[in-house]
């Protein structure tokens, strides 16, 4: 199968998204192109010997080939008309805004294009933490309690809450914007930093120490694949670099020792999450304990670099995956409605 | 301003919408151009003076100018290159899918077209009706109970629920796949009819001759436009033909007399379920009324032709509403990230 993964886009996770996609380059046994969507929204097909950071820090992408979207693919102009790119699966790796709050998906849907990723409803509900939450308590998974700032609602801008807490844009993912706050002093000015990116924060309760873990996995038809649990490396926050170093192969991962009656809770939640809304794409869920209980913490749809090191053979479980994927259907239009208005009603 | 008109695309209600983009010919006085999304996804420029129901039922519309989205427009290819089309604003009139499930609104965010509909969370959360029921909860606007079948949950499906009760799918507008259901004999036969539409259903109780009212409007800025609140005519259910002919101007609107009390609730829920989700829309709100309390049964992001025959003036709504609306914010790259891994970490 020819795979072509998408990646950059309009997103504060845009340099990620280029390292995710370079990491894959090394990891995905497979024939792939790279379409890389600049931060204005051209899309340039690069070729793979020039997947590193300096064709895109450098803008000598710009070089390369643009693309263009239409129905069925992405088009190249030539002398002798348009050609267009031969890939049979998108691989959807751009992370945050655009690739993961339903952009990417409803473009992939619309010009019908087979692809790896959230479908639209997915992105938008684990894009928002706050709709994350909802839809985790509906389908039956614990999370850590909450509080919404809204700076168009004084109401909610004056509640109380305990600290030390932790404050979250409510639709960003990376931790981009997010502070601890310990006391009421620091208060003010964690809430101007994340209304710099978000009109919505919530505020949860900050939990030092807190036991984080990770869990990858997808869906084939009605069955699961699980990746192994990862404890992943921690300070009180994960700076934008650690954390997204740690997919680019230069740690160790820590598989997590865990009993067995956990490690069901574990995957049982991730059943109840991933079943059906993330059919399609390849998810990573974050999850903290608490006195032995599984809560969510953040669904990543697109994780870094598909969070390939947490799989024993990650290339057969996306070449699975892929085979599994569907669009939506077509709808019929016959205009039998139409036909009918001008026939008994007078013309329209 | 220039305005366009973007209607038709994948969807049940695809010819709904040419019938709302005739109507709005008619009734909105602004230069106006007409963008019709064929069910393939491909896109035609129509004429003004061919905007009627024959120029698609003959599918004589596959003779005009064919248009190509690319950022910053639509284009049209010419002999001496690519020409605009220019247009300051454009108006998602797409019903249902495509329309109204966060796609349009992701091409016109993506491809930076300044847009009256509903952004991409709102979308969502109004296309499903299960979402829209749990938006309601969260902002304090009372909905029906309900029930969800899931054609993958066997648990689901052994529900046991009281008769007479109606049974919808989730994810589709208008009336199609919708069976009011008298007893259990009638309730597999309802079951298969949704399933064909969604795999999951919800199952509310029927209520004879309950109270509905409609009422539209929009926010500019942190004001809130309303229109008159309208009783729809109406049998059981509104099939199809009887529920879209009303907006094409053909029926007389009837104004609901009501309490200054009643009134004043329609007019809080409204403002809930707006505030600030449906930014840049101009929905509108189908409510039940029950023991004289207020139920919202359904928002419609982009109603038949925008419910323009329930304002008094709808073109200087519209035409305020347009100089309102935003698009997102551009998000700033500037590569630190990876010059700082390629300056002191080893190139990547």
Redesign the interface.
């Known amino acids: 199968m020819k795979y072509a993964v998408i990646f950059g886009a309009?997103?504060?996770e845009?340099?990620?998204s280029?390292?995710s996609a370079?990491v894959l380059k090394k990891v995905f046994r497979a024939d792939m192109s790279f379409v890389y969507c600049d931060?204005?929204?051209?899309f340039y097909l690069i070729p793979k010997d020039k997947m590193?950071?300096?064709t895109?820090?450098s803008k000598a992408y710009l070089k390369e080939k643009e693309l263009?979207?239409?129905?069925g693919g992405f088009f190249e102009k030539g002398l002798f008309g348009e050609k267009k790119l031969e890939c049979e699966m998108y691989i959807n790796l751009v992370h945050g805004?655009?690739g993961e709050?339903?952009?990417f998906?409803?473009?992939f849907?619309?010009?019908?294009l087979a692809y790896i990723g959230p479908r639209?409803?997915a992105s938008?509900?684990s894009y928002?933490k706050e709709?994350t939450k909802?839809y985790a308590q509906?389908v039956g998974v614990k999370t850590l309690p909450y509080k919404l700032l809204k700076s168009?609602d004084k109401a909610s801008l004056a509640q109380d809450f305990d600290f030390p807490c932790i404050i979250k844009p409510a639709r960003l993912g990376s931790s981009i914007g997010i502070s601890v706050v310990k006391d009421k002093d620091e208060l003010e000015y964690a809430k101007d930093v994340g209304f710099e990116f978000d009109?919505e924060l919530l505020v949860e309760p900050f939990i030092k120490d807190i036991k984080e873990y990770n869990l990858a996995g997808c869906m084939i038809k009605?069955d699961f694949i699980f990746s192994m649990i990862e404890e992943p490396r921690k300070k009180e926050l994960l700076d934008?670099?650690q954390k997204y170093?740690s997919f680019?192969g230069n740690n160790e991962v820590k598989e997590a020792k865990l009993d067995e009656a956990l490690k069901a809770q574990f995957y049982e939640a991730f059943k109840k999450i991933c079943?059906?809304l993330f059919k399609g794409a390849l998810i990573r869920c974050d999850f903290f304990v608490i006195d032995n209980e599984v809560y969510i913490n953040e669904i990543n749809p697109n994780p870094g670099s598909l969070a390939n090191y947490l799989f024993d053979d990650f290339s057969v479980v996306l070449e699975r995956l892929a085979r599994s994927v569907k669009n939506?259907k077509?709808?019929k239009?016959d205009?039998?409605?139409?036909?009918?208005?001008?026939g008994s009603?007078g013309?329209?």
């Open positions: 309009n997103s504060y845009h340099e990620i280029i390292v370079v931060s204005l929204g051209h590193n950071a300096k895109f820090s263009f979207l239409k129905q805004k655009d709050d339903g952009k998906a409803s473009l849907e619309f010009f019908k639209i409803e938008v509900l928002n709709l909802i509906k168009y009109e009605d934008f670099e170093l680019s079943n059906p939506e077509k709808v239009t205009f039998a409605f139409l036909h009918s208005i001008n009603k013309k329209l």
